[in-house]
């Protein structure tokens, strides 16, 4: 036979389980939205792993470029240095045509880049594109100051 207080707890057991089983869909709800997010971080995380490596593999690239003998770009005065712009020409201040395909730019900044002609029209000049980047400023430094060569600018828009 129940006991009246056996009772009383069986009543306050089942009053506790029915707006915990209203809460369950909140809840599954809440842990789906955490399993997303934790996906979302994690796809954030390797995007960034591969954007590193990719960093990396550009930087090896760059410094090779840089100590092989690239052919910096200086401003039309000759006065400065400018950035490579990416899809622009490097043209050729003796001869004012612009530098031939397949010659390897750089910067005094850490950029560099190869000189492509991807399109079919022969009357259109090669642009600077293939664009590696370095940090290593001392590398950089040292390749703009052993270059005595004619200079090479990008054109002013």
């Excluded at 029915?18 to 709800?29: R, Y």
């Excluded at 994690?42 to 090896?60: F, I, P, R, V």
């Excluded at 000049?125 to 664009?131: A, D, F, H």
């Excluded at 590696?132 to 100051?145: E, H, I, Q, Y």
């Amino acid at each position: 036979m129940m006991k009246p207080i056996h009772g009383v707890f069986a009543l306050a057991i089942i009053g506790t389980a029915i707006p915990s089983v209203s809460n369950l869909g909140n809840f599954a709800s809440k842990v789906t939205t955490a399993r997303a997010e934790a996906s979302r971080i994690g796809d954030d995380m390797t995007e960034l792993t591969l954007s590193q490596q990719e960093q990396a593999q550009k930087n090896e690239v760059a410094i090779a470029r840089y100590q092989n003998g690239c052919i910096p770009v200086v401003s039309v005065d000759q006065q400065s240095y400018v950035s490579l712009v990416l899809n622009l020409p490097v043209i050729d201040s003796a001869s004012n045509q612009p530098i031939p395909v397949g010659s390897i730019v750089c910067d005094a900044h850490g950029n560099t880049g190869i000189i492509t002609d991807d399109d079919s029209d022969p009357n259109s000049p090669g642009v600077t594109q293939k664009m590696a980047f370095t940090g290593d400023k001392s590398l950089v430094d040292w390749r703009m100051n052993q270059y005595q060569g004619a200079a090479y600018y990008m054109p002013s828009n």
